[in-house]
């Protein structure tokens, strides 16, 4: 009778069991580890100060199944890095990194705070309806720790290096005459030698859009501040903006005659955010996608517009916030390391009422942000995972708390990370995306950070690699890894 009725109790138990498993993992079945290659890593540290530019490889025209596809340049930025050694280098990004965290979560609680909210029609001239593509470079050695993408403005058009951003709407560029303009590798750009340039007037609705302005002798003026001592300021005009072989009249540009922050190398920034100033709206394009090169690399993509996301990518819903329209939000399920999901509530990944909360994907960001509950989570869970590996200590690298001795390793397993997507959908980072060097000697250290704002960030270093697709008419992401 007792054997019975136990066998039973067992059977549910192992159901039941079963039911949880399947609920946790759904569809995908993650691995418990991945290699990293430590002796790769460190020698692209060696190697970073030797970018230099080569002027043969702008004339060098590369195959692509684009009509609009434009050159693809075969290094990692414009100048090579001003920085004695790699550690240094690493010490200046995360800098600018905390910087940059700082301005996203103040200009989400403004928005929240604020209720004002500019209206602009869609007036901007487009191209017809075709993919649109431009080269993406990584720009760790220009000083600003963003990537960088080639573009040209004005008629003629003058080719110029801006600072990629999807956490920006308002494209701007450095213009003559310059009260104040930070160092920039290219000449500053004359508005009086392009033949479309024109100012925009107070009245029109580019003008209106703008969150600050002024109006002075009719004219529309312009102010983005960054929250990071950053800011640009000067006259709003349209101007055609050469991306690949299409040119694109009336682009809404600021020409910025009083500009400083964490730009030094390019001439200006293209936002690529969710509002109606940033140049996917302008190029009415319902769908964009990028891929971030890798960051110590000599290496180049592209961005392109009115791409499809491919149907082998990983997908995740896109979200947005009726607060701030700017931010790409996603929906996280959950996190996994080595193959087992943490426990996390749903609610830590999820926006609220308010508009606070939630998981953005931004290009700016370098260090994944993460709920300092989550963050503990994961950092725990990679902890024990790695017991065998000799913990370190990264001298002034505050912002990482988990870090290891990885000289003269060849390469090493670890835990395996992934993010879990609704619908079953998972993303597994490799190696290099989360386990990154902070110096030439082989301290690694483990590339995520915990945040006491409720808004976490997906940053770039976890997005290398990976070409990101935006399909703003279907609110989806997708993630294609090796796609570049």
Not at 168 to 177: G, H, I, K, T, Y
Not at 422 to 447: E, H, Q, R, W
């Given at each position: 009778m007792c054997s019975h009725r136990c066998f039973l109790i067992l059977i549910f138990f192992?159901?039941?069991?079963?039911?949880?498993?399947?609920?946790?993992?759904?569809?995908?079945?993650?691995?418990?580890?991945t290699t990293l290659d430590v002796a790769d890593s460190i020698l692209k540290t060696k190697y970073t100060s030797s970018f230099r530019l080569n002027k043969q490889e702008e004339q060098t025209q590369y195959p692509s199944s684009s009509s609009l596809s434009l050159q693809l340049h075969s290094r990692a930025s414009v100048r090579g890095t001003e920085h004695k050694d790699y550690k240094s280098l690493t010490l200046a990004r995360l800098h600018r990194d905390s910087a940059r965290v700082k301005s996203l979560t103040a200009r989400l609680n403004l928005a929240i705070n604020s209720t004002a909210k500019p209206d602009l029609e869609h007036t901007m001239h487009t191209t017809e309806q075709e993919e649109i593509e431009a080269p993406l470079i990584s720009g760790t050695t220009q000083g600003s720790g963003e990537y960088f993408t080639r573009v040209g403005i004005g008629n003629p058009a003058r080719e110029v290096y801006m600072v990629l951003d999807t956490g920006?709407?308002?494209?701007?560029?450095?213009?003559?005459?310059c009260a104040e303009c930070y160092h920039q590798t290219e000449p500053i750009f004359e508005p009086t030698s392009s033949s479309s340039y024109a100012a925009l007037s107070c009245g029109s609705p580019q003008c209106k859009a703008l969150q600050v302005s002024e109006c002075r002798n009719a004219t529309c003026l312009y102010e983005v501040a960054y929250g990071d001592g950053s800011f640009t300021d000067g006259e709003f005009a349209t101007e055609t903006f050469t991306i690949g072989s299409s040119s694109v009249d009336g682009v809404a540009v600021g020409c910025g005659h009083s500009n400083q922050g964490l730009f030094v190398g390019a001439a200006g920034l293209l936002g690529l955010g969710g509002g109606l100033l940033a140049l996917?709206?302008?190029?009415?394009?319902?769908?964009?996608?990028?891929c971030l090169v890798d960051r110590d690399s000599d290496s180049s993509s592209t961005v392109e517009f009115r791409s499809e996301i491919p149907p082998d990518a990983v997908v995740a819903p896109l979200l947005r916030n009726h607060q701030l329209d700017t931010f790409y939000y996603l929906g996280l399920a959950g996190i996994s390391v080595g193959g087992e999901m943490l426990e996390i509530p749903a609610s830590a990944f999820e926006m609220d009422e308010s508009g606070g909360g939630g998981v953005i994907i931004d290009s700016g960001t370098a260090v994944t942000r993460l709920q300092t509950v989550v963050y503990d989570s994961l950092r725990d869970a990679f902890a024990r995972g790695t017991t065998d590996l000799e913990?370190?200590?990264?001298?002034?690298?505050a912002m990482f708390d988990t870090c290891y001795d990885l000289s003269g390793k060849a390469t090493i397993e670890v835990p395996s990370v992934a993010f879990h997507f609704?619908?079953?959908?998972?993303?597994?980072?490799?190696?290099?995306?989360?386990?990154?060097?902070?110096?030439?000697?082989?301290?690694?250290?483990?590339?995520?950070?915990?945040?006491?704002?409720?808004?976490a960030i997906i940053g770039n270093v976890q997005q290398q690699g990976t070409r990101v697709g935006f399909d703003l008419a279907n609110s989806l992401i997708g993630f294609s890894t090796n796609k570049c």
């Open positions: 192992l159901a039941s069991h079963s039911s949880v498993t399947s609920r946790i993992l759904p569809k995908i079945s993650v691995t418990t580890s920006s709407d308002v494209n701007w560029l450095q213009c003559a005459p996917p709206s302008q190029l009415d394009a319902a769908s964009f996608s990028y913990r370190a200590e990264a001298d002034g690298v609704p619908g079953g959908n998972v993303l597994a980072l490799p190696a290099k995306n989360y386990m990154i060097p902070v110096d030439s000697v082989g301290t690694f250290c483990l590339a995520f950070a915990p945040t006491a704002s409720s808004l």
